[in-house]
């Protein structure tokens, strides 16, 4: 999660100058580093502390501020599934391509044709 309307404008004083900062709480330094560009994964490096405890206190911070914000989200498996699927591969073909059990291409593509099916009707 990032902030929308803000570049990236944290220079390395900037970031330092936060980190030393002893009057900060892990909180407020989380919302300053935030507020600077940075993004919760870069965040959570800085501070040595985890992505889960980040994500919650940016994440509270944007909420209660109204901050629009942007995430990243990465294809899943279930998109990957159907989009081999879609170029004409076998569930076995499409396992083993993506390393993942037979038994769950087959699942996920059934799961496919049916809302597939579902919504024609």
């Avoid at 999660?1 to 407020?28: F, G, P, R, W």
């Avoid at 995430?71 to 279930?78: D, L």
């Avoid at 993506?98 to 799961?111: A, D, G, Q, R």
């Amino acid at each position: 999660m990032k902030k929308l309307t803000v570049e990236k404008n944290a220079t390395k004083q900037t970031i330092e100058a936060v980190l030393k900062d002893e009057a900060l709480s892990k909180s407020a330094a989380m919302k300053k580093l935030f507020d600077l560009g940075l993004e919760v994964k870069e965040i959570a490096s800085l501070l040595n502390v985890r992505y889960n405890f980040v994500y919650n206190v940016v994440s509270n911070y944007v909420n209660v501020n109204s901050i629009e914000t942007v995430t990243n989200k990465k294809e899943g498996k279930k998109e990957k599934i159907i989009a081999l699927f879609l170029e004409g591969k076998s569930n076995k073909e499409i396992s083993i391509e993506l390393k993942t059990n037979y038994n769950y291409v087959f699942n996920t593509i059934k799961e496919y044709k049916n809302k597939k099916e579902a919504a024609s009707e």
